[in-house]
């Protein structure tokens, strides 16, 4: 009815209006015009005049005071009745929370979540001895340790993950220390089950080659065990690849003569055959032992203990050299620090790569 009444107050006027929303969206409303014309729907529509859908929020210039009253009046009605319709709603109306109510479906397959979740072994009770030495480690350093056991799908794994060391070789943090191996073959161990060659200046170098589990995690036993064996083999390095290690694996990096380089696996291997070997991608990476000093920091102001730990520089194994070397705090591209650490999960709230000392809570 408002609609009729702008109508009315607009006929005659000489400056046409492009219509914005609906069926004749882009087209010009002529108010001099006579007659209906008929919408893409089949509605008829006055050629002179909006329907009721089409009348803009704000009037163009030129418009008389007549019509800009007119719509004035619109717009206050059309608001009006919009809130009786949502109180009516609102008082009359049945209501739920449709969010965090999920119900079964079991016609439905969830193939995947929002999020993925990368889980280590399940824990374990460890035996330990008089002098507080697990009895793993005296076992593996005895070579009593007994591997796994190795099914045709183990295999199969082993064999996948040997082709794309072979055509990626080992990298670290600079390229030029990226280990390439001139040759790699199966070996009959125990624990290591390859040996590749590499070149150290210009002398030929073997390494004996740890694989872990496809699921799971590589102990300190499994690292002692294999070294011990790499060393009675006389391999020059022992190179472990695993996708997890746990935490007493950090603390361990050689056995005797014999260094032991931890290097972790792309989770990209877990695709098997369907990721081709062709080189590319850092699919194996040795990351380097931090330099560390940790010292008394005193205490906050809320009375909780403090320490500093001052980072010198990080560990790498020099190929060409076959030597483990120490660099500076100018070979860290970047170090992370979780200052909530719950000895579960590691998590970094801000990484940094500028400050080379940092305080926490003890």
């Known amino acids: ?31 001099t015009a006579r007659g209906d014309v008929t919408l893409p729907s089949g509605e008829a529509a006055p050629a002179n005049g909006f329907m009721e859908w089409e009348i803009p929020r704000e009037a163009p210039a030129g418009w008389p005071a007549a019509a800009l009253a007119a719509l004035a ?13 949502d109180a009516s709603i609102a008082a009359r109306a049945e209501f739920e929370f449709l969010y965090d109510k999920p119900y079964a479906d079991n016609n439905r397959v969830r193939v995947a979540g929002p999020f993925t979740v990368e889980s280590l072994s399940p824990h374990r009770t460890l035996a330990v001895d008089w002098d507080d030495e697990l009895f793993d480690i005296l076992e593996a350093s005895r070579g009593q340790r007994e591997p796994a056991g190795r099914g045709e799908v183990a295999t199969d794994f082993a064999h996948m993950i040997l082709e794309n060391l072979r055509a990626a ?17 199966g070996w009959p161990g125990r624990f290591v089950c390859a040996v ?3 070149t150290e200046g210009e002398t030929q170098r073997r390494a004996g080659i740890l694989i872990g589990p496809e699921y799971g995690t590589v102990s300190r036993p499994d690292l002692v065990a294999a070294a011990r064996e790499a060393g009675d083999a006389g ?8 996708f997890n290690y746990d935490a007493h694996s950090a603390e361990f990096d050689k056995l005797g003569r014999v260094p032991v380089l931890k290097a972790r696996m792309n989770p990209d291997l877990h695709m098997g055959g369907d990721l081709k070997p062709n080189g590319s991608g ?9 330099d560390i000093k940790i010292e008394d920091a005193g205490k906050d102001a809320e009375g909780n203990a403090l320490i500093r730990v001052q980072v010198f520089g990080v560990d790498v194994f020099k190929p060409q ?3 483990v070397v120490s660099e500076g705090t100018d070979g860290i591209a970047l170090w992370m620090l979780d200052t909530d650490y719950n000895e579960e999960s590691f998590f970094v709230p801000t990484p940094t790569s500028s ?6 809570r003890r």
């Not at 070789?169 to 073959?185: M, N, P, Y």
């Not at 850092?282 to 931090?290: K, M």
């Not at 400050?355 to 926490?360: E, G, M, P, V, Y």
Request: contains cysteine; glycine residues 8%; positive net charge.
């Open 355 to 360: 400050a080379r000392t940092i305080r926490t």
């Open 169 to 185: 070789g080992v990298q670290q943090a600079h390229k030029e220390d990226r280990i390439s191996f001139t040759s790699l073959e």
């Open 235 to 242: 391999f020059d390095v022992l190179i472990a690849c695993a």
């Open 73 to 85: 009046r619109f717009w206050e009605a059309r608001i009006a009745r919009q809130k009786e319709i």
């Open 321 to 323: 050299s076959g030597e």
């Open 1 to 31: 009815m408002r609609a009729l009444r702008l109508n009315s107050a607009l006929k005659g006027h000489r400056q046409p209006f492009k219509v914005e929303t609906g069926g004749r969206a882009g087209a010009k409303i002529d108010f």
């Open 196 to 198: 590749g060659t590499y």
């Open 282 to 290: 850092n699919l194996f990476v040795i990351f380097g032992e931090p």
